[in-house]
């Protein structure tokens, strides 16, 4: 059974940062495309980054540059890692997986709120 346990989300002040970490398990982890999505009250989930098996990655554009996403195969655990935060970055962030069948799951979220 494929799990996802997040944690590292908070309160935290605009410009500061926050680590988020995502430990997966009942999985081969190594193979499957990773990332991190997020969806703020009243908005749509939106992908926000992801790492694929060959280490590549992709992130949205209005966070590029402020957050780094990354992987450690031997610890089943993708980071996201967030810096210079703003307050539209507020949102609930979800764990992602793909595996090469297409199957998607789902980690059940940690809150992000960036406020003074």
């Known amino acids: 059974q494929v799990q996802f346990v997040e944690s590292g989300g908070g309160l935290v002040q605009p410009g500061g940062s926050l680590k988020l970490s995502c430990v997966a398990s009942?999985?081969?982890?190594?193979?499957?495309?990773m990332g991190w999505y997020r969806q703020a009250p009243g908005q749509s989930r939106e992908l926000v980054a992801r790492?694929?098996?060959?280490?590549?990655?992709m992130t949205k554009d209005s966070v590029r540059g402020r957050f780094i996403i990354s992987r450690d195969n031997a610890k089943k655990t993708v980071y996201l890692q967030m810096s210079s935060l703003k307050p539209e970055d507020t949102a609930v962030y979800y764990c992602?997986?793909?595996?090469?069948?297409?199957?998607?799951?789902w980690g059940q979220g940690t809150q992000v709120t960036v406020s003074s």
């Open positions: 992602w997986g793909r595996s090469n069948y297409q199957e998607d799951y």
């Open positions: 009942g999985m081969n982890f190594s193979i499957y495309t």
């Open positions: 790492v694929f098996p060959t280490g590549g990655t």
